[in-house]
């Protein structure tokens, strides 16, 4: 299984930045996918979350009403668009695949990650 992060790099506060996962290696229609980040010197911690079918979606209090996970099954692609960024969202960012149980907001429930990209929002 492979997940490949892309869309991260530098931005000013204030500022969107949409990032992108996709995935190879499993029938990506059904496992649900997450986000995590990872602040410097920090743990990674959940952002948002979706089902398999994009129909349901979960977010961090931090990210409710800023961030907007969605997917496209045919693409086999999950994006994590951002808006109103601000420096305390500068991070690396994680995709993974979630198992078919346990919670979205627990690191152990995943099965699989991406190698993480870099957003870092300038103030």
């Known amino acids: 299984v492979q997940l490949v992060e892309s869309g991260g790099g530098w931005v000013q506060a204030g500022e969107s930045l949409t990032l992108s996962c996709t995935v190879s290696?499993?029938?990506?229609?059904?496992?649900?996918m997450g986000w995590f980040r990872q602040p410097p010197g920090s743990d990674r911690f959940f952002v948002a979350g979706?089902?398999?079918?994009?129909?349901?979606?979960y977010y961090e209090n931090f990210a409710k009403g800023r961030f907007a996970i969605s997917r496209d099954n045919a693409k086999d692609t999950v994006y994590l668009k951002m808006n109103y960024l601000r420096s305390e969202d500068t991070a690396t960012y994680y995709c993974?695949?979630?198992?078919?149980?346990?919670?979205?907001?627990?690191?152990?429930?995943?099965?699989?990650w991406g190698q993480g990209i870099q957003v870092t929002v300038s103030s």
């Open positions: 979706i089902d398999k079918s994009g129909k349901t979606t």
């Open positions: 993974a695949v979630i198992g078919h149980s346990g919670s979205y907001w627990s690191r152990d429930s995943y099965l699989d």
């Open positions: 290696g499993l029938t990506f229609g059904l496992y649900g």
